[in-house]
């Protein structure tokens, strides 16, 4: 669950997911992408998965068994014909690299057009706005890189990331959606509120106050269980959304 939770949830509030989606023609279209990209993740994960599982028991000792994360490279190398191996490389290479596009320009285009158009210089014509944008994935991937360089486990370091996104977001999201009461001053609250669990709950401070049968638990259940009640809380005590504001979603 400590690693099912975070990614099930990250799915359902990936910002990048949902621009695919309304890039769609009609509701239809749309409608039909939800349930092949639903399809296809349950395919593709199993295959993932199982190709794990059978490298690991195929290939029990050597580098490998000193660097799991490489098993599904390592079996593509050295436990698949050629042709076959090629393939599996070859798509390796490009989920990181789509991953990586996906994660550089989402959130630039979000600094950029809600940070820097909206309150830095308004007026700004579209040629500075491309080249601010262009610096701004350059800094981050910079920024990305730097801390790649300390980080001794990959999938601890994305499994931190994902848990911020699912505690923090992902409730916004679907809020945004099912629950016409939420109110942007929840939303703040939910936002901040479960980034400062996810942040604290493996420092020295909580480790003092909270019992070790509770802290042994990943982060993503306390910061999941905070960012909620911070949600359902402030949005009961602030002004319910006008008619104006909940128009755009046809709950006017």
């Known amino acids: 669950m400590e690693i099912f939770l975070p990614t099930c949830l990250l799915m359902l509030g990936n910002q990048s997911m949902y621009q695919k989606f309304f890039s769609a ?20 994960e199993t295959v993932i998965v199982a190709l794990a599982v059978v490298g690991s028991a195929l290939f029990k000792t050597g580098e490998v068994s000193e660097h799991p994360r490489e098993i599904l490279a390592y079996t593509g190398l050295h436990g698949l014909p050629q042709i076959l191996g090629a ?31 909206r309150y830095i210089k308004p007026d700004a ?17 910079l920024w990305s890189l730097w801390q790649s360089l300390a980080t001794d486990s990959v999938l601890k370091k994305t499994l931190y990331a994902y848990t911020i996104y699912s505690a923090a977001l992902t409730p916004v999201v679907l809020a945004t959606f099912y629950w016409k009461r939420a109110t942007g001053a929840a939303a703040v609250a939910c936002i901040a509120s479960g980034t400062l669990m996810t942040v604290v709950w493996d420092t020295t ?31 009961l005590v602030t002004k319910a959304p006008s008619a104006a504001q909940l128009e755009p979603f046809g709950e006017a």
């Open 25 to 44: 023609k009609s509701e239809k279209d749309a409608s039909r992408a939800v349930v092949g990209w639903i399809i296809g993740t349950v395919i593709l």
């Open 205 to 235: 401070w909580m480790r003092g106050i909270m019992p070790a049968s509770v802290i042994q638990y990943d982060a993503i259940f306390p910061a999941l269980l905070v960012s909620v009640l911070s949600l359902v809380l402030v949005s």
């Open 87 to 117: 393939l599996l490389m070859g798509a390796i290479f490009a989920k990181v690299i789509s991953t990586a596009n996906n994660y550089l320009f989402s959130p630039a285009t979000n600094l950029v057009n809600d940070v820097f158009v």
């Open 125 to 141: 014509k579209d040629g500075t706005v491309l080249l601010v944008s262009r610096g701004m994935v350059v800094l981050l991937g």
